[in-house]
């Protein structure tokens, strides 16, 4: 399972995923997809062969670190969202994002920002993320 609240857990499966591509060792589904968005990411390629320290690092935006695991993350989830089109919508408005911006990373850059925020909103306020909201900030990206 991907999505844990045990976070070294998590982490370790990024980095598990990295180095069988690495080994060309073969992939579970998930580790497919998780080396895909890594081969879009290669500022983070260093990050996953470095020591355990990584596991445990606090990336605080108060320190001026993105947090590298929760962006691929965030990347997964969206493409989960698209894929299944839930919120009900979503897929339609990423083709016409598709179609205004012309690259996918972009487009799923632009989208993460949002998603990042609607899920931060809905955890500061101890409530389900507000998707009809989360659409509308997606349309605003058009």
């Not at 969202?81 to 897929?91: E, K, L, S």
């Not at 911006?101 to 989208?111: A, K």
């Amino acid at each position: 399972m991907l999505f844990t609240q045990d976070r070294t857990r998590t982490r370790q499966l990024f980095r598990s995923a990295w180095q069988k591509r690495l080994n060309d060792e073969p992939l579970e589904p998930l580790e497919k997809q998780i080396v895909s968005l890594l081969e879009e990411h290669p500022e983070y390629h260093k990050l996953l062969t470095s020591d355990d320290a990584v596991l445990d690092h606090d990336f605080t935006a108060e320190h001026g670190h993105e947090n590298p695991f929760l962006h691929l993350s965030l990347h997964l989830a969206l493409r989960e969202q698209v894929g299944t089109n839930r919120p009900a919508g979503i897929a339609s408005l990423t083709r016409s994002l598709l179609l205004k911006h012309g690259d996918g990373h972009t487009v799923e850059h632009l989208m993460i920002e949002k998603l990042g925020l609607y899920l931060w909103e809905a955890q500061r306020q101890k409530r389900a993320p507000d998707e009809a909201a989360y659409l509308e900030s997606l349309h605003e990206l058009l």
